[in-house]
C-alpha cells in the first residue's frame, strides 16, 4: 500500500485529525478553567442549572420562531424533547399547558391510527413514538386515554415490511430506527404480538457490523443511534441473544473519547446527544451482563419468551411480553466512565438554558433532551434497580444535579413509565379483525 | 419560484390557482410548539393542504410540492405526495436527479431527500449507476463521512452494480484520510459483498490492515478492520502468525498499547500461545504497580489496561472478572490434539 506520508510530503493531518484535535483543545481549555478556579466557583460551574433550563423548554411549548418551520413534521418530537426534559428535572407543566398537549398531540392523529409531525400530515413511526412518549410523560388517565391502541396496532402493521422491518411511512424509508419506534410503541402499549415481532430480529442482526456496532441498514457504518436502536428492540423482542453482544460491548466502549463524552462513530467528533445513544446503551448492556452468581457463566436471557421464575425479582409482564430478569439491589460499575460523561454534559454541552451537541455549537430541543437523558443515565448507572437512590458520589456537581431515574428502553421517567405500563398492560386485549 | 427571493408571488395572486381555496391547519384553539410561520409558508401550505385533500394530480401541484420542500425539506407528506404525482404523470426523472441534487447542495443532511433519491435511481434502473456513484462522489468530496451518502452508494452497487472502481475508490479515500472510518467500513462492504470480488483476498486485506496499522498504531478503524476480517472465523485468526507479529512491534514500541492489548486478549483468550519475544514484550509493558504479580498472562493484561486505559477502567474490570467465560467459549473453538 503507498504511504500516505513520506519524507518529502512532511508530516500532514488528517482532517479527522485537526478536527479532532481542535475540538480537544476547546474542551480541555473548558476543564483546564474548572481546575484553575476556587472550589466555590468550580461548584457553581458544575451546577445543572435548573431554573433556565426550565424556562428555555416552557417558552418552546408556547411560541416558536419562524426558524423552526423546517421542524414543522417534527412537532410531536418537540413536544417530547420538551415534555421529557422538564420531567427529568422534576418538574411538570400547569394542568391547562398539559391538556393543551393532549388536544394538540390528539389533533396529529390520523384517522386510520398512527401519529404525523403535525395536523393533517401522514402518519409516521417516529412522530407516533414521540406522541405515545409525550403523553406517557405528561401521564394521567385523561393523556393516556387518548391513545387508541387499535388503530395504532392497525398502523403498526401497514408499516410492517416484508423484510422484517418497517417503512417510517407509507412508502417511506426502512431501517433500524422504523423498527425501535415501532416495536418500543407497541410494547409500551401491550399491543405487541407474533405479527409485528417477526423477522424483527433477523433485520437487526443484519445490521450488526464487523465493528460490534449496529448500522442503520444491512452494511451501512455502525452508529450510536442504531446502536441504541437496534439494542433496545432485540431486548424487547427477548431476542438479544442473536446479537454479538461481546463485540457490541467493546465496540461502544471505545466510543467514550478522551473528552468524555460519546461519539457517535469511530474517529468522529463527540457530542452530547450520544450521552443517551451510547450511554442509554451502556446503560442497557450493564443489566444484561449483570454480576452472575459466583462460579457460574454470567447470567443470559433465554430465547423462548424468558422464565420469569428464572432470576429473582424479575418483572413478571403478560404471557404475549417480554420477561427481563433484573436482578434487585444489586450494586454495579457502570461500563463507561460515568464521571467523565456528567463532567463533558455540564461542561461542555449545558449552556445558560438548554444543552448543545460541543462547545460551538447551538442549543435545541433536541440536544437538551438527550443531554439530560444521558445525564440521568450516568447518574445512576451504579444500580441496576430504578428504585435505589444514588449515593452522592455518583452524581457529579452538587447533589442536587440528580435527575428523575428514566427506563432506558423507552426513554421515559421511570414514575411515568410505571403508570403506563400499569394503565396499558391492564386494558383489555385488542380485537383483530 | 422560491420563496426565498423577493419576487414570490403570494399563490392567492397568481391566476391559475385562483380555483382553488388553500385549507387552514388544523392547530386547535391554544396550540402548543405553535410555530411563527411566515407569510410564504403559511400560504405554501395552505394550498398544499387544499390539493393534499382534494387528490388533485397535475403539473401545477407538482411545481406546489417543489416549493412545500424548499421551505420544508423534512415534510414527508409533500416528499410522498410528489412521487405520487410523479407516477401519475410519468414524469422525467432525470429532472428530479437535479431536483434533489440542488436540494441536497443547500442541506444534505435529511433522510426525505435520500430517500427520494433512492426511489427515483431505483425507477431508472441501471441507467442510473454512474449518475448516482459521481453523485455521492460529489458529496464525499465536502463530507467523506456523510452517512445518508453512504448508505446510498451502498444501495446502489447492490442494486444497479458498478463495484468495478470501488475497492480503488476506498484506496484512494484511505489515502486522503486513513481515519476514514467510512471508508474502511466500505471497503469491508466490497471485500465481503462484492460478488466475485478478484482484486483482494482475505491475505492481502489483511496485509492491508497491518500496514495500516504499523502507519498509524493509534487509528482504531484498521484494527476493528482486522478483526472484522476474521469475524466468525477466530480458529483461523489465532492461527495467523503476522497477527502476533504485529502485536509485538506495536508493544515494542510503545505506541498505542491499549488496541494491541486488547488484542492481544481475545487471541490469547482464544488459545494463542504467546512465544517467548511476545511474552517478552507483555511483561516490558506491564506497570510497576502491579510487575511481580503472580497472576497468568490474561489477567495481567487486563489489570494493565485498567491502569493505561483508565477511560474504560471498569469495562477491562468486567473483562477480567469474566476471563473464564470467554475460555470457556474459547477452548470450544480449538481443536484438542
Given at each position: 500500500m503507498e504511504?500516505s ?200 442482526v443484519s445490521c450488526q457490523t464487523y465493528e460490534g456496532?449496529?448500522a442503520g441498514e444491512p452494511g451501512s457504518e455502525a ?21 454479538d453482544?461481546?463485540s ?18 469511530t ?167 | ?117 433512492r426511489?427515483?435511481a431505483a425507477?431508472?434502473g441501471t441507467a442510473a449507476v454512474d449518475g448516482e456513484l459521481e453523485f455521492t462522489k460529489?458529496?464525499f468530496?465536502?463530507?467523506a463521512k456523510?452517512y445518508?451518502a453512504w448508505s446510498h452508494r451502498q444501495w446502489v452497487l447492490l442494486n444497479l452494480g458498478g463495484w468495478e472502481g470501488e475497492l480503488a475508490y476506498c484506496n484512494q479515500l484511505l489515502a486522503d484520510d486513513i481515519?476514514n472510518n467510512s471508508a474502511w467500513n466500505q471497503r469491508y462492504f466490497v471485500v465481503t459483498k462484492h460478488p466475485g470480488c478478484v482484486e483482494t483476498s482475505l491475505d492481502s486485506e489483511v496485509e492491508y490492515a497491518i500496514q495500516s496499522i ?7 478503524s484498521p484494527w476493528r478492520y482486522l478483526r472484522g476480517l476474521y469475524k466468525n472465523n477466530i480458529k483461523s485468526f489465532?492461527a495467523n502468525?503476522t497477527v ?94
Amino acid at each position: 500500500m503507498e504511504s500516505s506520508s513520506s519524507a518529502a510530503d512532511g508530516w500532514k493531518p488528517t482532517i479527522s485529525q485537526e478536527d479532532q484535535w481542535t475540538l480537544e483543545s476547546q474542551v480541555f481549555h473548558i476543564y483546564r478553567m474548572l481546575c484553575d478556579i476556587p472550589p466555590k466557583s468550580q461548584a457553581a460551574m458544575l451546577e445543572l442549572q435548573r431554573d433556565s433550563h426550565v424556562e428555555y423548554l416552557e417558552k418552546g411549548l408556547r411560541h416558536l420562531g419562524p426558524s423552526f418551520s423546517v421542524l414543522d413534521a417534527n412537532r410531536p418530537w418537540i413536544c417530547y424533547w420538551i415534555l421529557h426534559s422538564i420531567a427529568l428535572l422534576g418538574e411538570s407543566v400547569d394542568v391547562a399547558l398539559e391538556n393543551n398537549v393532549i388536544d394538540f398531540i390528539s389533533r396529529c392523529q390520523d384517522q386510520h391510527g398512527g401519529y404525523g409531525g403535525g395536523p393533517g400530515q401522514m402518519p409516521h413511526l417516529a412522530t407516533t413514538y414521540a406522541a405515545v412518549n409525550t403523553l406517557i410523560t405528561l401521564g394521567g388517565n385523561k393523556s393516556l386515554k387518548s391513545i387508541n391502541r387499535g388503530k395504532i396496532y392497525s398502523f403498526l402493521r401497514r408499516m410492517k415490511h416484508t423484510s422484517g422491518g418497517f417503512s417510517m411511512h407509507e412508502g417511506g424509508e426502512i431501517d433500524v430506527r422504523a423498527c425501535y419506534t415501532a416495536i418500543s410503541v407497541a410494547s409500551v402499549l401491550s399491543i405487541i404480538d407474533e405479527e409485528l415481532v417477526r423477522g424483527v430480529g433477523d433485520y437487526i442482526v443484519s445490521c450488526q457490523t464487523y465493528e460490534g456496532g449496529i448500522a442503520g441498514e444491512p452494511g451501512s457504518e455502525a452508529h450510536g443511534g442504531y446502536t441504541f436502536c437496534g439494542l433496545a428492540t432485540m431486548i424487547l423482542i427477548n431476542a438479544v441473544n442473536h446479537l454479538d453482544l461481546a463485540s457490541l460491548t467493546d465496540w461502544l466502549v471505545f466510543r467514550q473519547g478522551v473528552e468524555g463524552g460519546f461519539q457517535g462513530r469511530t474517529n468522529k467528533l463527540v457530542d452530547g446527544c450520544y450521552s443517551f445513544w451510547q450511554g442509554g446503551a451502556a446503560a442497557l448492556l450493564q443489566r444484561l451482563h449483570a454480576p452472575a452468581p459466583a462460579g457460574s457463566i454470567s447470567s443470559d436471557l433465554s430465547d423462548d419468551g424468558g422464565s420469569p421464575d428464572q432470576e429473582e425479582g424479575s418483572e413478571k409482564h403478560s404471557d404475549d411480553e417480554v420477561s427481563i430478569p433484573i436482578r434487585r439491589h444489586t450494586e454495579t460499575e457502570p461500563l463507561f466512565q460515568s464521571q467523565a460523561l456528567q463532567q463533558y454534559i455540564l461542561l461542555c454541552s449545558q449552556v445558560e438554558g438548554g444543552f448543545r451537541d460541543k462547545p460551538g455549537k447551538s442549543r435545541d430541543h433536541y440536544h437538551t433532551c438527550y443531554c439530560l437523558s444521558g445525564l440521568a443515565v450516568a447518574q445512576y448507572s451504579w444500580s441496576n434497580d430504578a428504585d435505589s437512590v444514588p449515593l452522592p458520589g455518583s452524581v457529579l456537581g452538587p447533589y442536587s444535579n440528580l435527575l428523575e431515574p428514566v427506563n432506558p428502553l423507552y426513554n421515559i421517567v421511570v414514575d411515568q413509565y410505571n403508570e403506563a405500563h400499569e394503565f396499558f398492560s391492564n386494558a383489555p386485549a385488542l380485537k383483530h379483525e | 419560484m422560491s420563496s426565498e427571493d423577493n419576487n414570490w408571488v403570494p399563490i392567492s395572486n397568481r391566476p391559475e390557482w385562483s380555483d382553488v381555496t388553500p385549507v387552514a391547519q388544523n392547530d386547535g384553539p391554544n396550540p402548543v410548539v405553535p410555530i411563527a410561520y411566515s407569510q410564504e409558508f403559511a400560504e405554501i401550505m395552505g394550498y398544499f393542504r387544499a390539493v393534499y385533500l382534494s387528490g388533485e394530480r397535475s403539473l401545477r401541484v407538482l411545481e406546489l410540492t417543489a416549493e412545500a420542500i424548499g421551505i420544508n425539506p423534512g415534510n414527508y407528506t409533500v416528499w410522498q405526495f410528489r412521487r405520487v404525482i410523479l407516477e401519475a404523470m410519468n414524469a422525467d426523472l432525470h429532472k428530479e436527479l437535479d431536483f434533489v441534487e440542488q436540494l441536497a447542495n443547500k442541506n444534505s443532511k435529511n433522510y426525505q431527500l435520500w430517500h427520494h433519491r433512492r426511489w427515483v435511481a431505483a425507477k431508472l434502473g441501471t441507467a442510473a449507476v454512474d449518475g448516482e456513484l459521481e453523485f455521492t462522489k460529489r458529496i464525499f468530496s465536502n463530507d467523506a463521512k456523510h452517512y445518508h451518502a453512504w448508505s446510498h452508494r451502498q444501495w446502489v452497487l447492490l442494486n444497479l452494480g458498478g463495484w468495478e472502481g470501488e475497492l480503488a475508490y476506498c484506496n484512494q479515500l484511505l489515502a486522503d484520510d486513513i481515519f476514514n472510518n467510512s471508508a474502511w467500513n466500505q471497503r469491508y462492504f466490497v471485500v465481503t459483498k462484492h460478488p466475485g470480488c478478484v482484486e483482494t483476498s482475505l491475505d492481502s486485506e489483511v496485509e492491508y490492515a497491518i500496514q495500516s496499522i504499523l502507519l498509524k498504531p493509534e487509528n482504531e478503524s484498521p484494527w476493528r478492520y482486522l478483526r472484522g476480517l476474521y469475524k466468525n472465523n477466530i480458529k483461523s485468526f489465532v492461527a495467523n502468525p503476522t497477527v502476533p507479529k504485529l502485536c509485538l512491534t506495536v508493544l515494542i514500541s510503545r505506541v498505542s498499547l491499549m488496541f494491541a492489548l486488547g488484542l492481544l486478549l481475545d487471541l490469547i483468550s482464544n488459545g494463542l500461545t504467546p512465544n517467548k519475544d511476545l511474552s517478552n514484550a507483555i511483561e516490558a509493558v506491564v506497570p510497576e504497580s502491579i510487575v511481580g504479580q503472580d497472576s497468568d498472562v490474561l489477567v495481567k493484561i487486563c489489570s494493565t489496561l485498567e491502569i493505561i486505559d483508565p477511560m474504560r477502567a471498569n469495562y477491562w474490570r468486567f473483562r477480567k472478572n469474566n476471563l473464564y467465560a470467554q475460555a470457556a467459549a474459547g477452548v470450544a473453538n480449538i481443536n484438542i490434539h
